[in-house]
């Protein structure tokens, strides 16, 4: 007996429809029972972006290093924000005093293993940044030290007489006026008199045209006695009278430094 084609079409379908039915039960199971234990271990789960990963609850936070390796000329990774006000990245820890000779790692740590840089930083603006201690920015912290290093070479720009806010200049001069030694090549000496000589100081190209300069003259070899002031309106040209054992004149060897600051940031006079 033949079977009508509509019939069968009708029944074709009808077992279709039920199995994909059942393969949608069987699916929904496998999938309510394994997502949670995927999410509730965190390892081994996609970032989420504009969210916390893995949760906020303690139970599903990493417990490994996540790292992400490359080998390209460029950077790992990069992290940026096109915000006005928001910052490109933070990173938080709770470890403790010592660092990582400690075994106690810090927040942040770049290591070269060849041997080029391990940081730069750079801004558009004039201050790059801030390193701040217990207390707070507008609090002095007597006890902690900005950083830690071994390093002894000399820094470019960060010499010591600039970060106290003074330019320091140092001079070495023989007895007939010669300069033997200076920290500033545009020091100049010249031998005026017996036992007088004339220092003029680049301070005033440095620092500005009306600068208060603090003398300390040192007389070298032979005993004697040295004196430095001030010998300019602008503060920049120190005089320097050289004595004898009794008090006349003579010419002496000695060592002058000067530190120099705009007259308008040096202390009022006490009186």
């Given at each position: 007996?033949?079977?009508?084609?509509?019939?069968?079409?009708?029944?074709?379908?009808?077992?279709?429809?039920?199995r994909?039915a059942?393969?949608?039960v069987?699916?929904?199971?496998v999938?309510?029972?394994?997502?949670?234990?995927?999410?509730?271990a965190?390892e081994?789960?996609?970032?989420?972006g504009?969210?916390?990963n893995p949760s906020?609850d303690?139970?599903?936070?990493?417990?490994?290093?996540?790292?992400?390796?490359a080998?390209?000329?460029?950077?790992?990774t990069?992290?940026?924000?096109?915000?006005?006000?928001?910052g490109?990245?933070?990173?938080?820890?709770?470890?403790?005093p010592g660092g990582?000779p400690?075994e106690?790692?810090?927040?942040l740590r770049?290591?070269?293993?060849s041997?080029?840089?391990?940081?730069e930083f750079?801004?558009?603006?004039?201050?790059?940044?801030?390193?701040?201690?217990?207390?707070g920015?507008?609090?002095?912290?007597?006890?902690?030290?900005?950083?830690?290093?071994?390093a002894?070479?000399?820094?470019?720009?960060?010499?010591a007489?600039?970060?106290?806010?003074?330019?320091?200049?140092?001079?070495?001069?023989?007895?007939?006026?010669?300069?033997?030694a200076?920290?500033e090549?545009?020091?100049?000496?010249?031998?005026?008199?017996?036992?007088?000589?004339?220092?003029?100081?680049?301070a005033?190209?440095?620092?500005g045209?009306?600068?208060?300069?603090?003398?300390?003259?040192?007389?070298?070899?032979?005993?004697?006695?040295?004196?430095?002031d001030?010998?300019?309106?602008?503060?920049?040209?120190a005089?320097?009278r050289?004595?004898?054992?009794g008090?006349?004149?003579a010419?002496?060897?000695?060592?002058?430094?000067?530190?120099c600051?705009?007259?308008a940031?040096?202390?009022a006079?006490?009186?």
């Amino acid at each position: 007996m033949r079977t009508p084609l509509r019939l069968l079409t009708a029944r074709v379908s009808d077992l279709v429809h039920r199995r994909r039915a059942t393969l949608g039960v069987v699916c929904a199971v496998v999938l309510a029972s394994a997502v949670p234990a995927a999410i509730g271990a965190g390892e081994g789960m996609p970032l989420l972006g504009g969210e916390r990963n893995p949760s906020a609850d303690a139970s599903r936070t990493l417990t490994d290093e996540t790292q992400i390796v490359a080998n390209n000329n460029r950077y790992a990774t990069r992290q940026s924000n096109k915000s006005g006000n928001g910052g490109g990245a933070i990173y938080g820890c709770r470890s403790g005093p010592g660092g990582t000779p400690t075994e106690n790692e810090p927040c942040l740590r770049g290591n070269n293993l060849s041997g080029g840089l391990a940081f730069e930083f750079e801004t558009n603006g004039n201050e790059v940044g801030t390193i701040v201690a217990a207390g707070g920015i507008d609090t002095i912290n007597p006890n902690a030290a900005p950083f830690r290093t071994n390093a002894a070479g000399k820094v470019n720009n960060l010499d010591a007489d600039r970060v106290d806010g003074l330019d320091r200049f140092e001079v070495a001069v023989s007895p007939q006026g010669t300069v033997e030694a200076r920290s500033e090549g545009r020091i100049t000496v010249s031998r005026t008199a017996v036992g007088s000589y004339r220092v003029n100081l680049p301070a005033a190209e440095i620092v500005g045209d009306d600068v208060n300069c603090f003398f300390q003259v040192t007389p070298r070899g032979a005993p004697a006695f040295a004196a430095a002031d001030s010998a300019s309106p602008s503060g920049s040209i120190a005089a320097v009278r050289t004595f004898a054992p009794g008090g006349q004149p003579a010419d002496a060897a000695f060592s002058l430094s000067a530190s120099c600051q705009p007259r308008a940031l040096s202390p009022a006079p006490r009186g």
